[in-house]
């Protein structure tokens, strides 16, 4: 309802996984870099994992686009699955047939098997990734690490992407996981934007919907920055909400109180990132304390968080 009223084309901060919005920062370039050497490699997995709403899906989009012709990939979004569904799942990825009612890890697995040694017989490669590792199980992962054993002299024939949230990490310092741990060749956390980062963003999201003028004032993006600190999903949800709330005002300009209020409305009653995660914090104290950080600006105080 707010496009034309703005001047753009569609909705530029929607939280879909749009690789055409990736915003590169350096720790974007960063981790794009890791994934890509780690792909490059001869070795079985690559892991990437970062706090919710960082950009880890995004970032894993923009990579399948950069991946060769000659690649297969399939994906995984819901890893809580057994053992036995999660290679029916990988046979389902990469369209491998077989008998549903009779399957068995080791049915399941030379099908899987074949299939990898004639991919790479054409000359292609073969990759999976799965989104929320965090959420797999040991035994599950265990059983990826045993695909990973296909190989040549020279090569894995499975490439395997991690995706997860910090808990992966943890996940995979178990002891009994610790033969995949040393089969990761690339791995990075993914940290939220910074400040000036952040600012970028935002007119970069703005700009690739068609937008080429400014919406957000100074204080407004400061604003945004010390409510969402920095975490892309919080960023898209505040933005959102504040284009419809200065379209309602019919409003050209969204200033810091805009923001204030929209994010009252918009963002969840709860911690907005890592740095301010504690178990019992709300907005309730977050509020006044922000409210008294954009007054400083026009004030010339400075607070220290």
């Known amino acids: 309802m707010y496009l034309s009223y703005f001047g753009l084309s569609e909705k530029p901060f929607s939280i ?38 960082t950009g880890k899906t995004t970032l894993t989009r923009s990579l399948q686009d950069q991946l060769p012709e000659n690649t297969q990939v399939a994906l995984i979004y819901n890893p809580a699955l057994s053992e036995l569904e999660l290679l029916a799942s990988i046979c389902d990825g990469f369209s491998i047939g077989y008998d549903e009612q009779n399957a068995t890890l080791k049915t399941l697995t030379d099908a899987i098997k074949k299939h990898l040694e004639a991919n790479h017989a054409s000359g292609g490669h073969t990759i999976l990734i799965i989104d929320e590792a965090q ?10 690490r045993l695909l990973t054993n296909i190989e040549t002299n020279h090569k894995k024939l499975l490439q ?43 007119k970069h999201r703005l700009y690739v919907a068609g937008c080429d003028r400014t919406i957000f004032t100074q204080d407004a993006l400061k604003a945004l920055y010390l409510l969402t600190m920095g975490v892309p999903r919080l960023v ?16 050209m300009m969204i200033d810091s109180d805009i923001v204030m209020r929209s994010a009252q409305e918009a963002l969840p009653p709860t911690t907005l990132s890592s740095e301010l995660k504690t178990d019992k914090t709300s907005y309730h104290w977050l509020f006044p304390v922000a409210f008294l950080v954009v007054l400083s600006m026009g004030i010339g105080l400075s607070f220290i968080f």
Do not use: M, W
């Not at 898209?236 to 409003?251: D, H, P, T, W, Y």
């Open 135 to 144: 959420l797999l199980s040991p035994d599950v992962l265990e059983q990826l």
């Open 236 to 251: 898209n949800l505040l933005c959102e909400r504040c284009l419809v709330g200065a379209f309602s005002k019919q409003l």
């Open 16 to 53: 879909a996984p749009n690789p055409q919005y990736l915003f590169l920062s350096e720790r974007h370039k960063e981790a794009l870099a890791h994934l890509t050497y780690g792909l490059g490699e001869a070795g079985g997995f690559v892991l990437l994992t970062g706090e919710v709403g």
């Open 160 to 202: 395997i992407v991690l995706i997860g949230q910090p808990e992966l990490n943890d996940l995979l310092k178990r002891n009994e996981l610790r033969q995949l741990a040393q089969r990761i060749t690339a791995r990075y956390h993914l940290l939220p934007l910074t400040q000036g980062q952040t600012f970028a963003y935002v």
